[in-house]
């Protein structure tokens, strides 16, 4: 950005410019040019002050020439500035929503038949691929815990949870002890920290004898860890839909579609490292973090039973993506899907 002009400071004139570019580069996918621009939307102002203006718009970095062409097309910072500043409170239309409601209504009683259903119902809103987690608890509980020696100074902690996960550490102390007296501490700490969350246990420690206490913080450690993670069950529907896009028509572009929709770890790892809070979030570009994104766009929000439970679902796109409609399915659909999860966990 120059230092005389920031995108903050650009005249409505121009941040009009910038809406239409992308309206009708989403719309036709092809380069938009200042005569069109005139010819289609009353400005007040001449093809040649449009074209000025497109001029500024590109030195920001908000618009570029693709090859030769006198049409221009969105940058990634194009792209985020009018998701940032330019949307108006995206929302479906009222006919769009009763539609999508009307496909919850019906009685499913799994978890998994709604999750599905959500991907395929936003697959089709969107237009484009969608994907979403299964819910797991915002803070996991206490359970049940075992210590189990096997050899040695080894033993084995077997860390239950209230959500049904199970984990496993292996322990490796200072001097031998017996099977017994590994049960009495298990006991002990499985009386003590009964439903209590990381937090709890890390509070309780200080009466506890040292092996209890060291015992009692690997779990708050491991538990805290699995509050930060999402669930590994990833939903998924729409890759034909985004195949159709001029963008993954061929080539290269079509692998690395295909490799982030398919991969696993790699949606793991990018949904991982988002921090998504009440609102839906756009992820453009891989936000210069991902390689595999450099071309792909992701509209995520959350939804879930207040504090308890909580999962993700969002869309996968190209750029070129109208980002309004896209924000206003996602928002939506995770505000149906919270409402099965609350009636679900009751």
């Not at 000025?52 to 908000?62: F, I, K, T």
């Not at 020439?65 to 910072?77: C, E, I, K, L, Y």
């Not at 959500?163 to 002990?188: A, F, H, I, R």
């Not at 756009?282 to 939804?303: H, K, M, P, T």
Request: charged fraction near 20%; glycine fraction near 6%.
């Amino acid at each position: 950005m120059t230092s005389e002009q920031t995108p903050t400071s650009l005249s409505e004139r121009q941040r009009r410019l910038l809406s239409i570019v992308i309206q009708e580069y989403v719309r036709t996918a092809q380069p938009v040019g200042s005569q069109s621009i005139a010819q289609c939307y009353e400005l007040g102002v001449s093809a040649a002050t449009i074209r000025n203006d497109l001029a500024m718009l590109e030195r920001e970095g908000l618009l570029t020439h693709p090859h030769t062409s006198a049409g221009r097309v969105p940058t990634d910072a194009g792209y985020r500035f009018y998701v940032q500043n330019l949307l108006r409170d995206p929302e479906l239309s009222s006919r769009e929503r009763q539609e999508i409601r009307a496909q919850f209504s019906p009685a499913r009683q799994e978890l998994d038949q709604w999750l599905r259903l959500s991907t395929s119902v936003l697959a089709k809103a969107s237009q484009n691929a969608a994907l979403a987690t299964a819910p797991r608890a915002v803070r996991s509980r206490f359970k049940h815990m075992e210590l189990v020696g096997i050899h040695d100074t080894k033993v084995l902690l077997v860390l239950v949870l209230q959500e049904g996960s199970v984990k496993q550490q292996l322990l490796d102390l200072d001097e031998p002890m017996e099977q017994s007296e590994l049960s009495q501490t298990s006991n002990e700490l499985n009386d003590r920290l009964a439903s209590y969350d990381s937090a709890a246990i890390e509070a309780s420690v200080a009466h506890l004898t040292p092996f209890a206490r060291q015992v009692a913080l690997l779990v708050a450690a491991a538990m805290s860890r699995t509050d930060a993670q999402f669930s590994s069950t990833i939903y998924r529907d729409g890759l034909a839909q985004i195949l159709e896009a001029p963008e993954f028509s061929g080539g290269e572009n079509v692998r690395r579609i295909v490799q982030v929709f398919e991969q696993r770890l790699l949606l793991e790892q990018v949904l991982g490292d988002l921090s998504i809070g009440s609102d839906v979030q756009v992820v453009i570009a891989g936000e210069g973090r991902y390689a595999e994104l450099q071309d792909i766009s992701l509209v995520i929000g959350r939804y879930g039973a207040r504090d308890r439970v909580t999962g993700l679902l969002g869309v996968l796109g190209p750029l070129r993506m109208p980002y309004g409609r896209t924000i206003g399915a996602v928002r939506y659909v995770a505000a149906l899907m919270s409402e099965v999860v609350e009636e679900i966990a009751g």
